[in-house]
């Protein structure tokens, strides 16, 4: 399951959901029907459950949506907190150059001298850009993700490789 964001708050009384998004283009969820929740986002796909869209609309840094299962307020509070995600093969296609943060945990990070840096344990949206979470055994590094430093990412190799020195 690749996590698409998180449910902050519910919205307003008819059950619609405040959502903080892990990307750069949430509006594109609107294609697809089905949306799937859960309150663990490292949970097996078959803990995740399917919900109805019925609509979404940015706001402001953000979303707000309808699910066809979140009738009320009182729904909408029991999902408060949860994750939303969607199987790979249900998400639009991106562009070249373009990656859901679910594809590239787990990658590798190798520098320009071919020095390993770790793996990518996880995103960081700063509100500038995003930010790769590496881990090296007790050693953590953020690596903003910009083209300045991530020079190319290899999904098929499953690496990243970045201009960042390694006692940095």
């Given at each position: 399951?690749?996590?698409?964001?998180?449910?902050v708050a519910p919205f307003g009384v008819q059950g619609w959901l405040k959502i903080h998004p892990f990307g750069d283009d949430p509006t594109s969820w609107?294609?697809?029907?089905?949306?799937?929740?859960?309150?663990?986002?490292?949970?097996?796909?078959?803990?995740?459950?399917?919900?109805?869209?019925?609509?979404?609309?940015?706001?402001?840094?953000?979303?707000?949506?309808?699910?066809?299962?979140?009738?009320?307020?009182?729904?909408?509070?029991?999902?408060?907190?949860?994750?939303?995600?969607?199987?790979?093969?249900?998400?639009?296609?991106?562009?070249?150059?373009?990656?859901?943060?679910?594809?590239?945990?787990?990658?590798?990070?190798?520098?320009?001298?071919?020095?390993p840096l770790g793996s990518v344990k996880g995103l960081l949206s700063t509100g500038a850009h995003d930010v790769l979470q590496v881990s090296e055994g007790?050693?953590?590094?953020?690596?903003?993700?910009?083209?300045?430093?991530?020079?190319?990412?290899?999904?098929?190799?499953?690496?990243?490789?970045?201009?960042?020195?390694?006692?940095?």
């Amino acid at each position: 399951m690749i996590v698409l964001g998180r449910i902050v708050a519910p919205f307003g009384v008819q059950g619609w959901l405040k959502i903080h998004p892990f990307g750069d283009d949430p509006t594109s969820w609107r294609k697809m029907p089905q949306w799937w929740l859960c309150a663990d986002d490292n949970a097996p796909a078959e803990q995740w459950k399917p919900y109805t869209l019925k609509t979404c609309r940015a706001h402001g840094k953000g979303l707000v949506a309808a699910l066809g299962e979140v009738e009320d307020r009182n729904a909408a509070e029991a999902v408060d907190g949860w994750y939303i995600g969607a199987p790979r093969e249900a998400l639009p296609t991106t562009a070249e150059d373009e990656f859901y943060w679910g594809d590239l945990v787990g990658l590798d990070v190798v520098n320009e001298a071919g020095e390993p840096l770790g793996s990518v344990k996880g995103l960081l949206s700063t509100g500038a850009h995003d930010v790769l979470q590496v881990s090296e055994g007790e050693t953590e590094r953020l690596i903003p993700f910009v083209a300045a430093y991530v020079l190319d990412v290899d999904l098929a190799a499953r690496r990243i490789r970045v201009a960042w020195g390694k006692d940095w």
